[in-house]
């Protein structure tokens, strides 16, 4: 595996979706992968991924990673990754979407463009995207999923424009060695100017 494609699913992009993809890339960039976005749709949404650093695509990536080498990490998939599938693959396909409580599933409509793809989860919780990246790469390095520990749910204390507050997450974070969840630092800055939600474009 070389490559990790993150196809956009959002009619438009926000600043935390932004903090993601460039966690995405910056971790998945330390450990020798590139990552793609696709699927963009609109020039400026390319230009905002762009100015991360990111490959970014207008058009979806089936075109040219829709092979049977492919993975789709689709959480809805029946059976989990494994690190030799990793290493055999040519890309992992992950979905750009923010998560909704609870999840409602949108991955699948990853899975049902690329039609040549494998498709499998990376268990039972909801990750954020740079999570499930991270996670990945840690499947890429020979971890099995049950040896990775997670942080669900994360209750995270920040320090906002009206206060000290804590802000609990809906998404499952790999653990870092301390057990504090591996959480993007500028999702944490968006979290400490109070922005949950913030349209970029």
């Known amino acids: 595996m070389e490559l990790i494609v993150i196809e956009h699913l959002e009619d438009g992009i926000s600043r935390w979706m932004l903090e993601e993809y460039r966690e995405a890339a910056s971790v998945a960039g330390a450990s020798g992968y590139g990552v793609v976005v696709a699927n963009l749709g609109r020039p400026e949404l390319a230009a905002l991924v762009g100015r991360l650093g990111v490959e970014a695509l207008l058009e979806s990536g089936v075109g040219e990673y829709n092979r049977v080498e492919a993975i789709v990490l689709d959480p809805q998939a029946p059976r989990p990754l494994e690190p030799w599938e990793v290493e055999a693959s040519c890309?992992?396909?992950?979905?750009?979407?923010?998560?909704?409580?609870?999840?409602?599933?949108?991955?699948?409509?990853?899975?049902?463009?690329?039609?040549?793809?494998?498709?499998?989860?990376?268990?039972?919780?909801?990750?954020?995207?740079?999570?499930?990246?991270?996670?990945?790469?840690?499947?890429?390095?020979?971890?099995?999923?049950?040896?990775?520990?997670?942080?669900?749910?994360?209750?995270?204390?920040?320090?906002?424009?009206?206060?000290?507050?804590?802000?609990?997450?809906?998404?499952?974070?790999?653990?870092?060695?301390?057990?504090?969840p591996w959480i993007a630092p500028g999702v944490l800055r968006l979290l400490e100017r109070g922005i949950m939600w913030d349209e970029a474009s």
């Open 91 to 180: 890309c992992l396909v992950v979905g750009g979407i923010m998560g909704d409580h609870p999840p409602r599933g949108r991955t699948r409509l990853v899975s049902w463009r690329y039609t040549n793809a494998a498709r499998r989860n990376l268990g039972p919780h909801q990750l954020s995207i740079d999570g499930a990246v991270k996670v990945a790469l840690e499947v890429a390095r020979g971890r099995r999923l049950g040896e990775i520990p997670l942080v669900v749910s994360p209750r995270v204390e920040v320090e906002t424009p009206l206060g000290r507050v804590e802000v609990e997450l809906p998404y499952a974070y790999p653990a870092l060695g301390d057990g504090r």
